[in-house]
Every structure is written in C-alpha cells, then in structure tokens.
C-alpha cells in the first residue's frame, strides 16, 4: 500500500515561544556576529530536530491504528470473504478462515458454493445469483457450511461492490449461528415438552404461580388466570396435616426436589390423588430462583387398581371380603390381640338346606338369597369386625378384641350368634316368593398365634357339624368346656331374671367403724341367695345384671331394702345413728329418673336423708361429668352424703374429681393390702390420706385385715376402717347382734 503524504497537524507546526524568524525584529546585518549566527544555526537545528521527533511519533501512531484496523478486520466476530462477480473467492480475513476451517492461502480461487454442505448448495448459488441480479444485498440463513468433515450453521450476507455501475466484487459476512440454532431448538423442544400431557406448573421462590400448561388447567379446572399469582395452598384437599407439607418442603430444601402421591382438591371440590415431583431450579449462586412442580392425575390408575383389588378380596356376588382377605385379616387380628390381649373369634355360618332351595327354585334365587343374607350378617356385627363369604352357602364372621377373659369373650361371640340366628330365621322375599331358613353356626375363640389360622377355620367348621348334628339352627362352640361355660352362663342368666320375683336377694352388712372401735355404719352388699347353688357373690352376677339391664330393678330393690332397715333401726339406740352406704352402678346411675327415683324411695320410708351415703366408683362419674355434678347437687341438696369407691384403681384426673361434691373418699383395698409389703402402694395409701385432708373429704379405708394396717393407717391420718379385721360382710341377724342388739 503506497503511504499518503503526511499533512502535519498544528502539534507539528513551530510553538510559540520557539524560534520564529517571522516573529523576530529585523537585525543590522552589520551587527551580526559570527556567534550570533551560530547560535541561531544551533537553534534551527534544534527546531528541526524536534520536528522530526514528532513526525517519527505520527508515524509511528499510524502505523499502530492501521495494525488495529487490521486486526480488527482480521479477527472480527464474523467472517469477511471477497468473491468475484463468478463466485471465486479473492480474499478472506482470518476469521472466515478459521471458521471455515481451511488454511487462507487455501481458499483463494476456490469457488465459494464449494464449502457449502451439498445439501445446501442450491442455496448458496441463489445467494450469488440473487445478488448479482438485483444489485443489493441478500440475507440467506441456516446455510450449512462444511468444516472438514462437519457442519456448521450460519447466516449469509452477501453485498455487491460497484465499480463504474458493474458488480466488480462480492463481499460476503459470514457468522457462525451454531449456538443460537441450539437454543433456538432447545426452546423448541421445552415448549413441546411444556405442553406434554403431564401438568406442569411454575412458581417464583415465594411460591407464587408464574405459569402453569394446558394439561394443567385441565386436571385443576382452573383457567391460567384464575391461578397466575396465587400459591398452590389453593388446591389444598385437607387430607394431609400440616406436618406433611413440612416434611415435603424440608425434604426439598435439603435436597432439590420431593415425589410422593398427594391428595389435591379441583376447582369443582373433587378431591383427586396425583403423583406430584417438584423440582428446585437454582442459579449459579445457588439460590432456588423457581419451582417446577409436574403433576400426574392418578384417580384413573387408583381406581382400575381398586377394581382389580375389588376383584381379588372381595366376592363379586355378595361384595362381602373373600377366603383370601379373610386369610388376610385373621392373619392381621391374631397379631393385634397378641398385644391387646384380648380374644376374638371365629363364627362359621353354614345355610341349612341350601342346595334344596336352588334345586327348587333355580340358582338365579340362591343367589338372591346369599346377598340378603351377606346383608343381615352385616347388620349384625360391629363396623370393625369382618364378614367374609367363603363360597357356596359359608360365611365366616371373624369378631376382634371381645375380651381379656375368655368366659367373657365366649359369652359375647354367642350373643352375636344367638342375634345372627334370630336375624337369619326372619323370612326372605325372593322376587315373588317368601322364603324361609335357618343357619348351623360353629364358634372358636383365638388369641394371640396359638393356633394356625388353618387350624382355626378348621375348628369352627367342626363346631358348625356339631350344630348341624345337634339339630341345626343353632350354635356350638369348638371347646366343650367352653360350650358347658357358655350353657351354665345362659342358665344363670335365665335364673336371674326371675330371681327379683322369687324373692332370692338379701342385704349384708359390713361395719365402718372409728379408731376408737365406735361403728359409724355399715357397707349394705348384695347377695343373691339361689335355691340350688346357695349364696352367689356379686362378681358373679353383678356384671351380668349390669350387661342385661337388670341392675337397674336390682339396684332400686337394693335402695328400698336399706331404707327399709334404716326405718326399723331408728328405734334402736345401737342403730339410730348408723349411716348406710349403698353401692350405685353406672347404669342405675345415668337413668333419667335416678334423683327422682332416689327421692321417693326416701319419702316412701320417711328416712333422714343424711342415714344414706351412695358409693360410687371413678369410671361411673367420669362418664358425663357435667350431668353428674348436677345431678349429684340436686341429691345434695335434699342432705345425701357421697363416697368416691374404690379410690386410687381409676384412672381419672384429680382436677375433675376435686370438682365433685365428694364428702368421703375410700382407700381400695388392694392398697390397703399392701401396706407396709408394697414400698409404692404404702405410699400411695399415704398419698391418698394427704389429698382426701386437703380437698376437704372424710376419708376410709377398705379391706383392711390386720392390726398393722389399722395402726398404720391411724398413724397418717385415716381415722375409719371398714374390712375384715371390724368385721366381714354379715347377714342381718348376724350385725345386728354384734352391735349387741
Ligand atoms: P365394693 O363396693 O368395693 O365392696 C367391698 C367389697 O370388699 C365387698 O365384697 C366386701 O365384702 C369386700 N371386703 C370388705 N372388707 C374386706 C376384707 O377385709 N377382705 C376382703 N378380702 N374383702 C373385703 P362383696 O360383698 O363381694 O362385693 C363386691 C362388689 O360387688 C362390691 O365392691 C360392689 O362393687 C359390688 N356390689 C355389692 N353389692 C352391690 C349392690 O348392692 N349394688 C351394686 N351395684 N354393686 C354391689
Ligand atoms: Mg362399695
């Protein structure tokens, strides 16, 4: 390149303060002298030297902005390529080359249509052609370029140079859009992805909703609008506590993201269950700038996942669990009661004559038959137990958690048979027809893994044969003595019924007497005196009485008998001031008519209120304690007294007790037994003393048998002892003589 000549800039020409000879006054050549001429020499020299120092430095700059300029061409961000009007290339810079991928000298009079992919190669001769044609620039994108063996994508400039109006050249821009492309099909992909069939939602790290997709809208039923902004707690179903929800959100803050099934509710109020993965999006930083939560509708899985469970637990015909669930649930029960310890058992039902019936009126009525009966057996057990139909006309009820005693359990698994007998013998209609049948019904009891399951089914299956042979429309229990326990059982029950009638109950005594020996009173305590056994003590007919409703005429009897004797005594110095306590059940207790009851049979006797003391124990107070404060004020007020029985055996809070109008509270006799053997119930006697001072009751002692109790018990405090060191639970004749009557 040839140089331009150099124009000096101002900074080039002389400064002032230098030497001008224009600025100079005119000298007398005359006065000159040889120094002065030389000096001025040496001053020129000077000038001119410093000129060129400044033209060195120009040229200098020069060359430095042209090497930038070159460089900047060189190595700029796109490729420059100068073709001829035919498409040979002329010249390139380096950053074409690089991309390209081909040495510089390499590309010179190669033809440019050569680089590109062959695939795009009628493109690239468009481009060309275009340009010449029309003169101007033309833009061509996505062309592939060829890299040796690979590709790249680019977009195409392709501008013409005039020379004396004829396209003398072509320049062509050349940037690689690799990148941009990848986003670009990136983007593409996720927007595709977005609106996959799964619901995907958006939220901000404040939880807030930025976007949600169409699948989303469709499983919530909510438009995008209506959700933009707000949180997910609006689809909150309430089906998970709030300790889920933390768990779910430490779960993610810890490591990135939670999936787990969850219960949602739509906009219509539908609850739903979802499969829901949640993803923490983080930036470089490592703060969670987004959530993406993906949600999957499951309702339709769960409920073809409910109909194949349906399908294998259940009978199809009566819908009742099947052999296998069953199988299942005993397996589950007998594991229960290993820890409850409490029986349960098992009840095969057996139709009689079944098979005559579909032989009679075809199988479309048994079939009818079975489902009522599958409906009756419901009905007649607890929402908790299993009624099971193990094919044909057999049915197996398994009842859980009876009881700890086995009598007990055996008695309650017979009155479920007995009401699943009586249930079973009501006629059936059967479309037009009215039908009629009875059950065998073979029982056995189960507790923990004594036996096999197989071995249990086994042994109700007997016992139903032994029904079935015992005449059938009955029950029988596998374990004779069970049987025998079960018979004496419904016998005593028979008994007692009538027992009120034939006059078979009487009162004893026991004395309450003071640490001086001076009797206060006595206990009043049934006794049932039967014609055949003798005298039957209260635990053994007591809890039946209460099971059958019978307490509540016993306990009135029991009532009028004291009052009664508490009439006569009033003749009597021995008896006068002698006070009765009276035990009183819960049952009797909670009749609506209790007060009123209590009242008249005070006015029948015409008896001081204050001679009457009810016994009641913690569990019968506790039941319903707002109605008991009540309904013991009112007994209060017309001058009863109260002792709390059994004190120390309940489990009952002392704040609720001390809100009762207790006036005397009893030490059980299990503690009082104990004194001095057992360190904690000795101190738990103490205990019970300090509290019954303290609240302001009378205290006494039950069961207490010898001298040391008694002392033990005056020593701390507790000045009245009933047991049998006083004196034992005594016929009438027998107390009354010991108070010397
Ligand atoms: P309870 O109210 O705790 O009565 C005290 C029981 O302890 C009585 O037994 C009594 O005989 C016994 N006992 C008293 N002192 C001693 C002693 O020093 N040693 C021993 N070993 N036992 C002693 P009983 O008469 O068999 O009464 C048992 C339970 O039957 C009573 O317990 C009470 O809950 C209930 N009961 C008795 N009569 C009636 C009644 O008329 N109505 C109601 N509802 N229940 C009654
Ligand atoms: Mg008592």
Redesign the pocket.
């Known amino acids: 390149m040839k140089s331009k000549p150099i124009k000096l800039d101002r900074r080039l020409k002389p400064r002032t303060g230098a030497v001008d000879r224009r600025a100079r006054p005119p000298v007398d050549p005359s006065l000159h002298s040889v120094e002065t001429l030389l000096h001025e020499l040496q001053t020129h020299q000077i000038e001119l030297e410093m000129q060129n120092d400044e033209l060195q430095r120009a040229r200098l700059a020069l060359e430095a902005s042209h090497n930038r300029y070159l460089d900047l061409y060189e190595f700029a961000p796109v490729g420059y390529i100068t073709l001829t009007p035919e498409g040979k290339i002329i010249e390139a810079n380096l950053t074409a080359a690089t991309l390209l991928g081909v040495e510089r000298n390499n590309l010179i009079n190669q033809h440019f249509a050569g680089l590109v992919a062959p695939k795009d190669s009628d493109r690239c001769y468009f481009l060309l052609k275009n340009t010449l044609t029309h003169g101007k620039e033309q833009k061509i994108v996505e062309l592939m370029m060829k890299r040796g063996d690979s590709y790249f994508h680019a977009r195409l400039d392709c501008l013409p140079v005039l020379r004396n109006a004829e396209i003398s050249m072509l320049r062509i821009t050349l940037a690689d859009i690799t990148e941009s492309k990848h986003t670009e099909e990136e983007l593409r992909i996720a927007a595709v992805a977005f609106e996959a069939q799964e619901g995907i939602m958006i939220t901000n790290a404040d939880n807030q909703i930025l976007r949600v997709n169409r699948a989303f809208t469709e499983i919530t039923g909510y438009s995008a609008e209506e959700l933009i902004g707000h949180t997910p707690r609006m689809f909150h179903s309430g089906c998970h506590d709030t300790a889920f929800y933390a768990e779910m959100w430490e779960c993610i803050h810890r490591t990135g993201s939670w999936q787990g099934e969850i219960w949602d509710q739509r906009k219509n109020g539908e609850i739903y269950p979802k499969w829901l993965t949640i993803t923490a999006v983080k930036d470089n930083a490592g703060n969670v700038t987004h959530y993406v939560g993906s949600h999957t509708d499951i309702s339709a899985r769960k409920a073809s996942e409910d109909e194949i469970k349906q399908l294998a637990y259940y009978d199809p015909l009566t819908a009742l669990p099947n052999r296998r669930l069953l199988l299942d649930r005993l397996q589950q029960a007998l594991a229960t009661s290993t820890r409850s310890k409490k029986y349960g058992a098992l009840l095969f039902i057996d139709l009689d004559n079944f098979k005559s019936l579909n032989d009679l009126l075809g199988h479309d009525m048994g079939d009818i038959l079975l489902q009522q009966v599958a409906r009756r057996l419901i009905d007649c057990v607890r929402e908790g137990d299993t009624v099971s139909r193990q094919g044909g006309d057999e049915f197996v009820i398994m009842l859980e958690e009876l009881s700890g005693n086995i009598e007990e359990a055996a008695v309650k698994a017979k009155t479920t048979g007995e009401k699943i007998i009586s249930s079973l013998n009501q006629a059936y209609q059967l479309a037009t027809h009215e039908y009629r049948n009875t059950p065998s019904i073979g029982i056995t009891l189960f507790i923990n893994h004594q036996h096999e399951i197989s071995t249990l089914l086994k042994r109700a299956d007997i016992a139903m044969y032994g029904a079935k042979s015992a005449g059938r429309n009955t029950l029988r229990f596998f374990d004779r003595d069970m049987q025998e326990t079960v018979t004496a059982r419904a016998a005593l029950e028979a008994d007692l019924r009538f027992a009120l009638m034939r006059n078979q109950f009487k009162?004893?005594f026991?004395r309450q007497a003071r640490y001086d020996g001076k009797t206060v009173g006595a206990?009043?305590?049934?006794?049932w005196d039967h014609s055949e056994r003798g005298l039957v003590?209260?635990?053994e007919f007591?809890p039946l009485?209460?099971e059958i409703g019978l307490?509540i005429p016993?306990?009135q009897w029991?009532l009028e008998a004291t009052c009664a004797q508490l009439k006569q005594w009033e003749n009597q110095a021995q008896t006068r001031d002698l006070q009765l306590a009276?035990?009183?059940?819960a049952r009797?207790f909670h009749q609506p008519d209790f007060i009123e009851q209590v009242c008249a049979t005070l006015n029948k006797f015409a008896i001081k209120a204050n001679q009457l003391k009810l016994?009641f124990?913690e569990s019968l107070v506790l039941d319903d304690i707002d109605d008991t404060i009540a309904k013991m004020q009112r007994l209060k007020e017309v001058g009863l007294s109260f002792s709390i029985?059994?004190f120390g055996t309940g489990y009952s809070s002392l704040a609720c007790l001390a809100q009762l109008p207790f006036d005397q509270l009893?030490i059980?006799?299990s503690f009082?037994?104990n004194i001095e053997v057992k360190p904690t119930d000795t101190v738990i006697v103490q205990t019970i003393i300090g509290m019954a001072h303290n609240l302001g009751m009378d205290i006494i002692a039950?069961?207490?048998?010898t001298e040391q109790q008694r002392a033990f018990l005056e020593s701390h405090g507790c000045q009245v002892y009933?047991?049998?060191?006083?004196g034992?639970?005594m016929p009438l004749e027998e107390f009354e003589h010991s108070l010397g009557i």
């Open positions: 009162l004893f026991q206990e009043a305590l049934l006794r003590q209260p635990h007591i009485a209460e307490i016993l306990g029991v009276v035990n009183v059940s009797q016994e124990t029985d059994n009893k059980d006799k009082v037994r039950e069961g207490v048998e009933q047991g049998n060191l006083i034992k639970a």
